[in-house]
């Protein structure tokens, strides 16, 4: 069980929480803040003090003074108004990890929520009761307003959600889980709804991810290595001990280890002093996205545990602070870059599988892996399905976070865009998986043909594992129950797993 308390929450409780459905609860010592804030909240409001969000309207309308009476109707429009979100619905893993990532900021004490509120939404992450989040419609600068109001609408009884499996009105869902709606009091509704969460939830998964992806493009640098003869001095400790970045000399120290033992990579080759750059420059390129998806992954973690909505409580010191912590652009940087790196990842495993099928450079492999090419065409649209995969990225990597538009009458005139950079970059992240897959998919093949027994413990055992679901191709069949049993065998982890049997953990 994961217990929050707002300081200490960790990318692998984001991922036990979103996609092994452990629970959540409230650490005790979380309780006295979160009180106190509230304690401050109702204080202020009882002493007529003019606090934006609490006793004002939101956005332009800041100016607008709200009748105590109407405090409790003013957080319900509010989440009723802002629930603008539209598009696909986020997967539920996604929603499970805003409602964590929300739950977590709420946990801080400066807030103001009720604990029972709060409560609420541990207790419908728990239950399973997923409300219907669409994709799109968040411009990540005063928080994620739009959906994380439809997170908020299952709360009050309103909106849609997911409960096991089917999908209710968001007041049927909670009924059906034991659960009863809340009516939101004075600061409720803002403090559930301006925060990063989405981008920061989608971000988090993304970043999570993209660190095994980092080691799996060394694991099919090897095979392919090793299908291609390739001339291993490249990777030495004394090249890469030269240039002092940690991803670098991490991917080369990786390639060393899984392709220890090979008879078919070696420190040198007959007739060749060098390596194309696909290969020969595997760890500056595998080793500089690493640095980046560290970035990436260091932002976010930071985030988890960030206090983003507005206006902050202080109770120690008598305060309300309008301020600008639910703006995205910490995220949207570090995502934009994410997804940059994840697309450098499959760009350079696409020039691997090219040199992989075409015969003018795979030293002495049949023409597309084909053993009968001319009847067969073998391998080639293979690399035709990388290579768009790779063109599509190039177009999603365009940073989201260089625009900004103004909204709420110039109020909020620049915004961070993170949750767009946060979406791309997990689409980019889905892509690079294939295209590594692909890669992986055609090593084998060449790996067969240029004899399996020669390969190192680690690519033995890497080909072994992919042979388990995918049969060598001989004549030609569909190709892509074959493209999609591989990259299966990327996303569940199999292929690492297997390199790590017989050579220990990769870095």
Known sequence: MAELDGRSLTLAQVVAVARRHET????PSAIPGIDAARDFVDRTLAAGDVVYGLSTGFGKFSDRTIPAADTAILQRNLILSHACALGE?????????????????????????RRATLQLLLDALNAGVHPVIPSQGSLGASGDLAPLSHMA?????????????????????????????????????????????????????????ARRLCAV??????????????????????????????????????LRRLLAGSRLALPSQPGRVQDAYSLRCAPQVHGACR?????????????????T???????????????????????ALALDFLGIALAELADISERRT?????????????AFLSSNGGVNSGFMVTQYAAASLVS????????????????????????????????????????????????????????????????????????????????PVREDVAMYPLMEAAEGLVRSGAVLAAAESACGPLL
């Open 309 to 331: 909505d507005n206006p902050l409580v202080f109770p120690a010191t008598g305060e309300a602070i309008s301020g600008g912590n639910f703006h995205g652009e910490p995220v």
């Open 291 to 307: 640095d980046a998806v560290e970035y990436a992954a260091a932002t976010v973690e930071r985030e988890l545990d960030a206090v």
């Open 24 to 27: 959540v609860s409230l650490a």
């Open 153 to 209: 609408l299952v709360l009050i009884g309103e909106g849609e959600a997911e409960y096991r499996g089917e999908r209710f009105p968001g007041g049927e869902a909670m009924r059906r889980a034991g659960l009863k709606a809340v009516d939101l009091a004075a600061k409720e509704g803002l403090a559930l709804i301006n925060g990063t969460q989405v981008m920061t939830a989608i971000g988090a998964l993304a970043a999570y991810d």
């Open 354 to 366: 090219e040199r992989l099928v075409n015969p003018a450079l795979s030293n002495g492999l049949p």
């Open 392 to 471: 599509e990225n190039k177009v999603w990597s365009h940073p989201a976070s260089v625009d900004s538009i103004p909204s709420s009458a110039n109020q909020e005139d620049h915004v961070s865009m993170g949750t767009t950079a946060a979406r791309k970059a997990r689409t980019i992240l889905g892509n690079a998986e294939k295209v590594l897959a692909i890669e992986l998919l055609c090593a084998a093949q060449a790996a067969g043909m240029r004899g399996a027994e020669g390969l190192s413990p680690a690519g033995r055992a890497v080909f072994g594992r992919l042979r388990e679901d995918i049969p």
């Open 89 to 113: 619905p986020l997967p539920a893993e996604v929603v499970r990890a805003v409602m964590l990532l929300r739950a977590n900021a709420l946990c801080h004490g400066h807030s103001g929520i």
């Open 217 to 254: 493009a060394d694991v099919a640098a090897a095979l392919t290595c090793e299908a291609l003869t390739g001339i291993t001095a490249a990777f030495d400790e004394k090249v890469h001990e030269l240039r002092p970045h940690p991803g670098q000399r991490a991917s080369a120290a990786n």
